[in-house]
């Protein structure tokens, strides 16, 4: 039986209360909650500003677990391209500016109108080196998060974690013997990832080094929505703590980010979803 | 470009029209829309009797090109691990019967309850191996299918080509420099596995004598349910015809197999969607 998590580890994804609060309101929620940690998506860090976040998000002490998010790097011309490379490089700075551990990566799907997954691949292969410079200048590291394969058409073309690793020891060459630079690497989210029977060996390959995020949420049976029926903790048949496990067999002491996308919990009083994501935090995952 | 497929391997997956017609009415369908093939699920095979539909297939020339399905090896108990079994003998009697080219397996998800995907996992190689003699003595090849991850909780927790390979290398061990023997093997359906990054590689180390089984349809953006959405040919994202190269490439010269489940073709004339089935299957697989 593995142990109970350390409560100081979980960290609010604000994908989980999107549709109930602002961002000024979750950063006074999670300290109400004792919620130590904060990963803001970048539309609810627009409407408050980077600089006025990073001052709350100081004063009430939180840990800043991630940005949410970069990525979307396919798009049919150079001029669309070279869109998504700007935006991913102003996502870097916000990062930067609210102490975020990483910035995550959601890396985009196929062209519309094309069945390129080979080239979306690549496409965001180079979006990813063309930001890389910058992220490692400004000391945010980049976190490709593998989303599963049922986004991949239209969301991410990084499906499993060993395709995300490929791309990490790609771009960011171990030199024989020695660390990964720290510098780009994945985040671990446990509905992404939770059926693939290579996670054991993949999360080891990650390493301590490339393991920069850990997400939680449960896979609901049924799930009637492809993108909005994640679950609580508990309420699905993800074995969250043997994943923890493995994560923390790595030596990942990072935060545990509770992110659930779900109509049926934004419909819900937010403050009574934050008291359920800390039980179920420790007791389920 | 990859040329036109051969109209001669379209075989029909019953599910594809499974709302309109039954069995009796689908092989006469064929005949009358010149489609050689056809695989039967085992609801509408039962409705008229594996005898009976044995008869009629041969009378109107027909190839099998599989039966589906069996599988379902995972359960709470050992009496409903045994039931599991003995319904799958059942069904490779059938297949036998009809002369079907493999039993279509799908394997089955997580016992109701449970969390334990590594118990359901070693679940199904302990039905795979329990059947596997009857199947050699039966003459009917074994296909596993690997299922999409989506249906990893509650359908198969079988979900890649590879993982689908290492069941058959451990339980149909190949002798060094020989070729397998051809008693298990996989069905790759498009649907399932296009969007797996290692897919070239799988289908290389399946070779022709794993490869018992090739099914069509596509992945619609958006795909608005996880069972019921499956997308006619062309009408969505897989590069079909670049599926088909690398699966031909091995030396597969089985069937194509149409299998479509959609509550948005099943309202329609099946006689429209056999017309178009064909079409499709020309110009855009």
Same mark, same amino acid.
């Given at each position: 039986?593995?142990?109970?998590?350390?409560?100081? !580890?979980?960290?609010?994804?604000?994908?989980?209360?999107?549709?109930?609060?602002?961002?000024?309101?979750?950063?006074?929620?999670?300290?109400?909650?004792?919620?130590?940690?904060?990963?803001?998506?970048?539309?609810?860090?627009?409407? *408050?500003?980077?600089?006025?976040?990073?001052?709350?998000?100081?004063?009430?002490?939180?840990?800043?677990?991630?940005?949410?998010?970069?990525?979307?790097?396919?798009?049919?011309?150079?001029?669309?391209?070279?869109?998504?490379?700007?935006?991913?490089?102003?996502?870097?700075?916000?990062?930067?500016?609210?102490?975020?551990?990483?910035?995550?990566?959601?890396?985009?799907?196929?062209?519309?109108?094309?069945?390129?997954?080979?080239?979306?691949?690549?496409?965001?292969?180079?979006?990813?080196?063309?930001?890389?410079?910058?992220?490692?200048?400004?000391?945010?590291?980049?976190?490709?998060?593998?989303?599963?394969?049922?986004?991949?058409?239209? !969301?991410?073309?990084?499906?499993?974690?060993?395709?995300?690793?490929?791309?990490?020891?790609?771009?960011?060459?171990?030199?024989?013997?020695?660390?990964?630079?720290?510098?780009?690497?994945?985040?671990?989210?446990?509905?992404?990832?939770?059926?693939?029977? !290579?996670?054991?060996?993949?999360?080891?390959?990650?390493?301590?080094?490339?393991?920069?995020?850990?997400?939680?949420?449960?896979?609901?049976?049924?799930?009637?929505?492809?993108? *909005?029926?994640?679950?609580?903790?508990?309420?699905?048949?993800?074995?969250?703590?043997?994943? !923890?496990?493995?994560?923390?067999?790595?030596?990942?002491?990072?935060?545990?980010?509770?992110?659930?996308?779900?109509?049926?919990?934004?419909?819900?009083?937010?403050?009574?979803?934050?008291?359920?994501?800390?039980?179920?935090?420790?007791?389920?995952?």
């Amino acid at each position: 039986m593995n142990a109970a998590p350390d409560p100081a !580890r979980l960290s609010l994804n604000t994908a989980t209360v999107r549709e109930q609060w602002n961002l000024a309101q979750m950063i006074d929620a999670c300290a109400r909650h004792e919620i130590r940690g904060i990963s803001p998506w970048r539309d609810k860090l627009a409407e *408050l500003g980077a600089a006025e976040a990073a001052r709350r998000i100081r004063a009430n002490g939180l840990t800043v677990s991630g940005l949410c998010r970069g990525g979307m790097f396919p798009a049919a011309d150079a001029a669309g391209r070279r869109a998504a490379i700007d935006d991913n490089l102003r996502a870097i700075d916000d990062a930067a500016t609210i102490g975020a551990r990483c910035l995550v990566l959601v890396v985009g799907g196929i062209v519309p109108g094309t069945r390129d997954l080979e080239g979306a691949r690549a496409m965001v292969r180079d979006g990813l080196a063309a930001i890389l410079p910058h992220a490692r200048a400004s000391g945010v590291p980049l976190a490709i998060e593998p989303l599963h394969p049922m986004y991949c058409a239209d !969301r991410a073309c990084v499906n499993t974690l060993d395709q995300a690793l490929d791309l990490c020891d790609e771009l960011d060459p171990v030199p024989s013997g020695d660390r990964p630079s720290g510098a780009i690497g994945v985040a671990v989210d446990a509905y992404h990832v939770w059926w693939d029977p !290579r996670l054991p060996r993949a999360i080891a390959r990650a390493g301590v080094a490339r393991l920069l995020a850990y997400h939680i949420c449960d896979w609901l049976v049924p799930t009637t929505d492809l993108l *909005l029926d994640r679950g609580m903790m508990g309420d699905g048949v993800i074995d969250l703590r043997a994943l !923890r496990a493995l994560v923390e067999a790595q030596g990942y002491r990072g935060a545990h980010e509770v992110e659930i996308l779900s109509t049926r919990w934004w419909k819900r009083d937010p403050d009574e979803v934050l008291r359920l994501v800390r039980e179920r935090h420790l007791r389920c995952s």
